[in-house]
């Protein structure tokens, strides 16, 4: 199993432009996760899917949207890029069931800057 | 709203000495609690995690961690590090969400830092 898998590695947007982080997991798992992580700050999620059709906000949405149209595949679009979203952007993948004790796998991350 | 609170922002500390990272969480049910380390440049990457049983909890790399409820604590113990060690720490409590979701709500992160 590769697990969970992010591209582009690094992306430089000029502002207002847009463009979507890929991720994929091949462990067949229901959740997906994705997190930015800026420094001191943690990882705060955006968004997450507890399966395909299913999406939901999290604690940072606002400029992004989601799409789950497959299990192994949980796209993050920024549709009009500002400085404020360069971060690094993480996404995770979870199996179900298990409650809330599964354990969640991350991927590599994706450096996005916006100049 | 559960929270994470990791009290300090950077540890520095020699080679072969012992490092406790702290960890404090709120919340009002039953916790679930983690440890992540993230290498330059790297993802997270699971430590170990606290889900019910015995308080003292074993992860890879030799490092534990104990849960303690009545200081709402879950703090990071390694006797003896290692300059491979150097990396960020992540405490996290997870949070149901929707009907049967979880969702991690993560601390700050700590940095440590292993000099020789």
């Known amino acids: 199993n590769a697990g969970v898998t992010q591209t582009p590695k690094f992306r430089i947007l000029k502002i207002g432009q847009s463009m979507t982080l890929q991720c994929t997991q091949d462990m067949n798992h229901n959740y997906m996760y994705w997190y930015r992580q800026d420094p001191g700050m943690g990882l705060k999620l955006i968004y997450y899917?507890?399966?395909?059709?299913?999406?939901d906000k999290g604690e940072v949405p606002n400029g992004y949207n989601v799409s789950r149209s497959t299990t192994e595949d949980f796209p993050l679009r920024l549709e009009l890029a500002a400085p404020s979203q360069t971060s690094v952007y993480f996404c995770a993948s979870r199996r179900r069931p298990g409650g809330r004790t599964d354990t969640q796998y991350f991927g590599p991350g994706t450096r996005l800057t916006v100049l | 709203a559960q929270s994470v609170t990791q009290l300090d922002s950077q540890v520095p500390v020699f080679e072969e000495a012992p490092v406790e990272l702290r960890c404090n969480y709120s919340?009002?049910?039953?916790?679930?609690l983690f440890w992540y380390v993230q290498y330059p440049n790297q993802g997270l990457q699971l430590l170990l995690k606290?889900?019910?049983?015995?308080?003292l909890v074993k992860g890879i790399n030799g490092f534990e961690a104990e849960f303690n409820k009545s200081q709402t604590s879950f703090h990071l113990r390694k006797p003896s590090v290692h300059i491979s060690d150097t990396a960020e720490y992540f405490c996290a409590v997870s949070v149901r969400v929707m009907e049967y979701g979880n969702k991690l709500v993560f601390g700050a992160g700590t940095i440590l830092r292993v000099k020789s």
């Open positions: 919340s009002s049910v039953s916790v679930y």
């Open positions: 899917s507890v399966g395909a059709g299913i999406t």
């Open positions: 606290y889900l019910s049983g015995s308080t």
